[in-house]
């Protein structure tokens, strides 16, 4: 049995999609993480969803060379 | 452990930290330790609109679990570098736990 954050060490190099709270989302190429799930990315680019007029989702982009993600913020990791 | 030694690296180069109550600050990062706590000087708040009371402030001291995120000048990171010890830290790990 392998413990769960080694999935995560295969995808070192890799582009990856992180889900954060308050709405955000961060995809971008994970160059280094450690236990607490705080992650380097690199070309990173964070969405931030809101529920705007008529209850429409409002999306806003926001793009980085090499952005560090406090563990914290963390809900997920997808592998696909 | 490896995150803290990688912010080290990065000591007076210019930053932006983001912190969770949306304040956006660009500065010289002065000093970090194992919490991430961070001293930040020559600052700048890039959202002044939303926080003008911190206009004159010119250093601060943030504490590490109130930052969301920090960008980083993409040409102070050795990409390969950092690759290489984050999976050695991963398998030492691994070791460690077996």
């Known amino acids: ?80 | 452990m490896l995150l803290y030694s990688f912010l080290k690296t990065i000591t007076e180069k210019e930053i932006v930290i983001e912190l969770k109550n949306d304040l956006k600050i660009r500065g010289t990062l002065k000093s970090v330790d194992q919490f991430h706590n961070i001293r930040i000087d020559d600052i700048q708040i890039m959202n002044l609109d939303q926080y003008p009371h911190l206009a004159a402030v010119k250093s601060l001291f943030v504490r590490g679990p109130s930052i969301r995120y920090v960008y980083l000048p993409k040409e102070a990171v050795d990409v390969d570098l950092l690759q290489e010890a984050s999976r050695r830290e991963a398998l030492n790990a691994k070791i460690m736990a077996n």
């Not at chain 1, 450690?34 to 007029?53: M, P, Q, R």
């Not at chain 1, 429409?56 to 592998?79: A, C, H, P, W």
């Open chain 1, 1 to 80: 049995m392998s413990a769960p954050l080694e999935i995560v060490r295969s995808r070192i190099d890799e582009k990856i999609v992180v889900k954060l709270r308050d709405n955000r989302e961060v995809t971008g190429t994970l160059h280094a993480y450690d236990e607490h799930c705080n992650l380097v990315l690199g070309d990173a680019e964070e969405t931030v969803y809101k529920v705007g007029s008529e209850h429409k989702i409002e999306t806003s982009k926001n793009t980085t060379e090499m952005l560090f993600v406090r563990g914290d913020q963390v809900i997920y990791i997808l592998l696909n």
